[in-house]
Nanobody, 127 residues
Framework: QVQLVESGGGSVQAGGSLRLSCVAS????????MGWFRQAPGKEREGVAA????????YYHDSVKGRFTISQDNAKKTLYLEMNSLKPEDTAMYYC????????????????????WGLGTQVTVSS
């Protein structure tokens, strides 16, 4: 099992930055994939970014490419999401998730592959 606790959310103006953190109960390298997902009011949850942990390969939703950066610190058991140039449409609850198994043809944003989820941290971006 993996317990995940997110932090770092808050309220910022458009163009601002935030860094989200997700502390895991196990080493990051014990997982196969870890990701950040978000859900805005009235919308479905969507994948924001993910990392194939041991190789360190990252993936991003098109809407955040060039603005968000996912990173990991295995020794600190922490996953990060650096968010720059924030837009009002980035407003959502952000969730950290972990997958301990993966199939070669799985997509990084396939939520059913992530078995463990945190409770989320709210990000609000005002215009």
């Amino acid at each position: 099992q993996v317990q995940l606790v997110e932090s770092g959310g808050g309220s910022v103006q458009a163009g601002g930055s935030l860094r989200l953190s997700c502390v895991a109960s196990r080493y990051i390298y014990d997982t196969v994939y870890m990701g950040w997902f978000r859900q805005a009011p009235g919308k479905e949850r969507e994948g924001v970014a993910a990392i194939y942990t041991r190789p360190g390969i990252s993936y991003y939703h098109d809407s955040v490419k060039g603005r968000f950066t996912i990173s990991q610190d295995n020794a600190k058991k922490t996953l990060y999401l650096e968010m720059n140039s924030l837009k009002p449409e980035d407003t959502a609850m952000y969730y950290c998730a972990a997958a301990l198994s993966w199939r070669p043809y799985d997509n990084w944003a396939s939520q059913d592959r992530y078995r463990y989820w945190g409770l989320g941290t709210q990000v609000t971006v005002s215009s």
